[in-house]
Each structure stands twice: as structure tokens, then as C-alpha cells.
T-cell receptor
Framework: GESVGLHLPTLSVQEGDNSIINCAYS??????FIWYKQESGKGPQFIID?????DKRQGQRVTVLLNKTVKHLSLQIAATQPGDSAVYFC????????????FGTGTKLQVIP | DTGVSQDPRHKITKRGQNVTFRCDPI?????LYWYRQTLGQGPEFLTY????????KSRLLSDRFSAERPKGSFSTLEIQRTEQGDSAMYLC??????????FGEGSWLTVV
């Protein structure tokens, strides 16, 4: 759900389990979506992206699913590892020619060893 | 390391002083972006350059903020007459056309 101020939604996952992080977006005109991982004190790190003409894309241990009907994006991490602990942001870009990427509310992933 | 480079990484300044941050994008990336991030929030877009042209500016970019990219390579973000509310991490990012946007490690600003 929505977070306010410092209270990020948190997902706690046992090491080795799969993680699913969800994101809802509101702009129907968005045509490009990105997931970033951000560790404490560092800049966002690109994980995977997907364009609106696709509904699924796979990377190494990660899969992004896009459901344009309900404006929902998810990031699946297989066999979650302690190094996956971070804040994850989904981001979107409008198809209307603007180049800015708009970030959603982050989700904090805590991996329990 | 050939990623996006930002300098300085940390800056503490007194209220009312001017500060300048520098960003060196990934080589051959023609697009450069500045974002601001406060604790617990996602990055917020400030401005974007394609080569040396500043093409988009957010309403967040008040008249105390100015960004330049004079030769289409590195960029500077200057904040004049800093206020405590300017305390944040300033992130630079770059991309080649509409491809993946890569971020630097950010420049932390603390205004005291």
C-alpha cells in the first residue's frame, strides 16, 4: 500500500524463497517501466525494464510482469539472497515525449538468513 | 569505473551559502538527468538535458536552482542561498537516447 514519509512498505522473506514486489501506477500513457534497487546511502541501481508492448520479461533471477489493464507491475526475485535486501522502486515514463522517469513508492525488502 | 560520477559525495553548508554539484555521465550518453531524493521517498525529477539543451524542468526547480551542461558532457547543478529544506541527496543519471537510465551514487547535501 501507500507509504507516508519514512514508513516504507516492508516485505520480509526467508533466504532462498521467492520474493514478489508489487507496484501500482496511475498514468495510462506510460509506456516504459523500470525497476531499480537502492541500497542504503547509494544511488538507484537498474535491475530490469519492460516496454508496454510486453507483459513479461525475464532477467537473471528476476522477472517483471506488466498488467496494463489494471495498471500493475510486479518484480519477482527467485531464490532471494541476503544481498537482495534493499529498497526497490518501480518507475515509469510517459509516452508523450517527456523524458522524465517518475518513481513510485519504494518497498523495503528484508531477507531473513 | 565507467558509471555516472558525481562530486562531491557529501557537502555540509551553512544556510544562505551557494553550493555546486558536478556530474560526469557515462561516456557517449547524450541525455543527462538531475533528481532529488529525501529520506524515505523515491527520487523526484528536477531537470533533463539532451546534449547541451535543457529540455525539461520540474516545478521543483525554483529560481535558486540552476543546471548547466555547457559542452554536452558534464553537468553542474548550483543551488544559491541554500535553505534547510534543500537538504537531500541530489542524483544524476544518464542515458543514450531512450535507453536505460543509469544513476550515479548521489551527492548528499546537508544545510545547517
Amino acid at each position: 500500500g501507500e507509504s507516508v514519509g519514512l514508513h516504507l512498505p516492508t516485505l520480509s522473506v526467508q533466504e532462498g524463497d521467492n520474493s514478489i514486489i508489487n507496484c501500482a501506477y496511475s498514468n495510462s500513457a506510460s509506456d516504459y517501466f523500470i525497476w531499480y534497487k537502492q541500497e542504503s546511502g547509494k544511488g538507484p541501481q537498474f535491475i530490469i525494464d519492460i516496454r508496454s508492448n510486453m507483459d513479461k520479461r525475464q532477467g537473471q533471477r528476476v522477472t517483471v510482469l506488466l498488467n496494463k489493464t489494471v495498471k500493475h507491475l510486479s518484480l519477482q526475485i527467485a531464490a532471494t539472497q541476503p544481498g537482495d535486501s534493499a529498497v526497490y522502486f518501480c518507475a515509469e515514463k510517459d509516452s508523450g515525449g517527456y523524458q522524465k522517469v517518475t518513481f513510485g513508492t519504494g518497498t523495503k525488502l528484508q531477507v531473513i538468513p | 569505473d565507467t558509471g555516472v560520477s558525481q562530486d562531491p559525495r557529501h557537502k555540509i553548508t551553512k544556510r544562505g551559502q551557494n553550493v555546486t554539484f558536478r556530474c560526469d555521465p557515462i561516456s557517449e550518453h547524450n541525455r543527462l538527468y538531475w533528481y532529488r531524493q529525501t529520506l524515505g521517498q523515491g527520487p523526484e525529477f528536477l531537470t533533463y538535458f539532451q546534449n547541451e539543451a535543457q529540455l525539461e524542468k520540474s516545478r521543483l526547480l525554483s529560481d535558486r536552482f540552476s543546471a548547466e551542461r555547457p559542452k554536452g558532457s558534464f553537468s553542474t547543478l548550483e543551488i544559491q542561498r541554500t535553505e534547510q529544506g534543500d537538504s537531500a541527496m541530489y542524483l544524476c543519471a544518464s542515458s543514450f537516447l531512450s535507453n536505460t537510465i543509469y544513476f550515479g551514487e548521489g551527492s548528499w547535501l546537508t544545510v545547517v
